[in-house]
């Protein structure tokens, strides 16, 4: 019978790992560093020998291990592949095949974004849902969907890539994907201080921010304070990505959106401003769609992994 | 053996229906009238009769039959269960248990816009691939979506209904669905006869369509003729479908996009003014996603019910 399985979120600096029973609950976790010299090839013998030192410390049955699962900062196609990932260093890698060779177990491997919506499904904040959007609002804005209860991973990859969805004209610099007025440049915590910036440079309004670094976490606690120059600020973030999840909601009509990521650690009062252009936009049938805030912060990844393979 | 099935498409007023092989040649089509009378409570036995009727006059053996596929025209959740559907005059109906009674057959049911796009994968313009979304042009905007060969209904049935995304600030009347600016308001054959009495409205620049009745076929006639102003009309109503399918390939990233409804009879020459703009808002990955013209027509219902059963 099979009893655990590992869960590996391999990142470009860190490589988290997670020990799960088949239910979900987390045995143990730890990290290793991420060691992207001579092209990345360190990095999956790195993963197998930890998992290999695992099993060893825990005089684990390697019958009943599940699998493993990785979490991967790049596509993964549905053949195992990964056509290449820039924080890894890596060009094509077979990484389902490699990392079986490697561990002698089975291995399953997804997009990071989709596997930690995954995770948030399974026990976070989507937890009893089975078409759960997670959008991660950190340095850019990520996405991951899921339909019924799996990853829609989507042709090229791009599946929940909603990020670089076009969402307004008012922006002239260039996004990093090339694109102009994506979603991430008024919606990541990046676009948040950029707004700000574009808000304070407009006239002389008096706000607490004007004597700030600016950045999300001090526009949210301005409008915690009630700093009117705040509340636009966090109300036109509002309009962008209420707009961007009415138009998700368009397409594939989740259950739940769960917000997740450094942003979201503003709290209940980030979906508020989130839901008011939400439920103004989506189509009729959708308006009442549930929004949560993601709970499992950045073990998402390793609890979405271990899912994969489940 | 399972040898046949039929696929079956409910209008509002004529009620398709296909007598297929199991590997998808059409043996037979016929129609015969949507009663909607008494709140539409003879739609189903009609259906029931003349499959039955069908069976007999051909002498087929029941045991051969795999099922009966049925399009609706509304939304039909997982349970086989309909709300409402209002041009049926219907509220709730359990149609596929009602169906199974009436026929003695496995039955299926589905949306009759996610149904056609299904048609159009196995069969039409987008045979030979998976991950398909449709757009239907006509009086409004339909959609539906194939994921994986499979329709993605969403929670609220509402799973690609991408004529009410919000593409426009610039439209002061209200959708039919209650919102402002839906996609529907400017892409479908009402919404491109709106774009070009605005157009023409707006000042006095010479065009053809000044003498003629305004709908999308004289568009895009005019279109065809180089019509200056017929020009510009079609290159609005391309940037707000191309910037909706980008948007679209956010969330679902299909490998193409099929165009069906009335206004795709105007041949290739849509495609091009929606690719232009697609291309320059679609994240890069999915920049050379593939555009067909549908091509099953009015049949795009049967073939997807039937679809539906195999």
Chains 1, 2 share one sequence.
């Not at 790992?17 to 143990?28: Q, S, Y």
């Not at 260039?174 to 700000?196: D, F, H, M, P």
């Not at 594939?252 to 959106?257: A, K, L, S, V």
Request: aromatic share 6%; charged share 25%.
């Amino acid at each position: 019978m099979k009893r655990y399985c590992f869960g590996i979120d391999i990142g470009g600096t860190t490589i988290k790992c997670g020990l799960f029973d088949v239910k979900g609950t987390v045995l143990e976790k730890w990290e290793i560093p991420t060691r992207t010299e001579n092209n990345g090839s360190y990095i999956l013998p790195d993963v197998a020998d930890t998992i290999s030192d695992k099993i060893r410390e825990r005089d684990l049955d390697r019958e009943e291990i599940a699998g493993v699962g990785l979490g991967i900062p790049g596509p993964v196609n549905e053949e195992g592949e990964v056509p290449a990932a820039v924080n890894l260093h890596w060009g094509y890698v077979h990484i389902v095949s490699q990392m079986e060779r490697l561990t002698g177990l089975d291995v399953k491997a997804g997009n990071d974004a989709n596997v930690a919506a995954l995770g948030e499904m399974w026990k976070g904040g989507g937890a009893g849902y089975h078409n759960v959007v997670l959008i991660t609002l950190g340095t850019g804005v990520g996405g991951g969907i899921i339909v019924d209860g799996q990853i829609l991973t989507g042709t090229h990859g791009a599946g929940g890539e909603i990020g670089h969805i076009h969402i307004t004209d008012s922006v002239e610099e260039n996004c990093n994907c090339g694109n102009r007025g994506c979603l991430e440049q008024v919606a990541s915590a990046t676009g948040i201080s950029y707004l700000a910036k574009r808000r304070l440079a407009k006239d002389d309004a008096p706000s607490i921010l004007r004597s700030r670094e600016i950045t999300a976490k001090e526009v949210f606690d301005a409008v915690k304070e009630n700093d009117a120059v705040a509340l636009e600020i966090a109300d036109e973030f509002g309009k962008y990505l209420g707009l961007a999840l009415a138009n998700v909601a368009g397409v594939c009509d989740p259950e739940i959106f769960v917000i997740g990521g450094g942003v979201s650690k503003a709290g209940p009062i980030l979906l508020d401003f989130i839901k008011k252009y939400y439920r103004e936009y989506a189509f009729l049938p959708c308006k009442e769609t549930q929004f949560a805030l993601a709970e499992l912060g950045n073990d998402a990844g390793i609890y979405g992994a271990a899912r994969l393979v489940i």
